[in-house]
């Protein structure tokens, strides 16, 4: 399995930035959820945000709740994040994660996710 992420970046407070994720490399069942969580220096990986690509709900981190969006792509299982109004709390590199055995309590839990992608550098400066 893979995960291709894209975008990221080095913008100024308040800019936007859209980051994508695609996963191949096997069939997903309908319970493929695809999720993004990002880890600043010294800090823990934390849950951005995740759809359940089938029914496309979303999930969110408290902290991004109004600012970020995540969707489901045109793509067969493509998720991507719009990141808007940000912040410089907002710097961190961002991963793209996926399973298909994600719980709905567990959304947020990145040890639910089986599969990883390489992270992308998202940097916010003031």
């Known amino acids: 399995v893979q995960l291709q992420a894209s975008g990221g970046g080095s913008v100024q407070a308040g800019a936007s930035l859209r980051l994508s994720c695609a996963a191949s490399?096997?069939?997903?069942?309908?319970?493929?959820?695809m999720g993004w969580f990002r880890q600043a220096p010294g800090k823990e990986r934390e849950f951005v945000a995740a759809?359940?690509?089938?029914?496309?709900?979303?999930y969110y981190a408290d902290s991004v709740k109004g600012r970020f969006t995540i969707s489901r792509e045109n793509a067969k299982n493509t998720a991507a994040l719009q990141m808007s109004m940000l912040k410089p709390e907002d710097t961190a590199v961002y991963y793209c994660?996926?399973?298909?055995?994600?719980?709905?309590?567990?959304?947020?839990?990145?040890?639910?996710?089986?599969?990883w992608g390489q992270g992308t550098q998202v940097t916010v400066s003031s």
């Open positions: 994660a996926a399973s298909d055995t994600v719980i709905l309590s567990a959304t947020n839990d990145p040890e639910a996710y089986y599969h």
């Open positions: 490399g096997r069939t997903f069942s309908s319970r493929l959820t």
């Open positions: 759809i359940r690509i089938s029914s496309r709900s979303t």
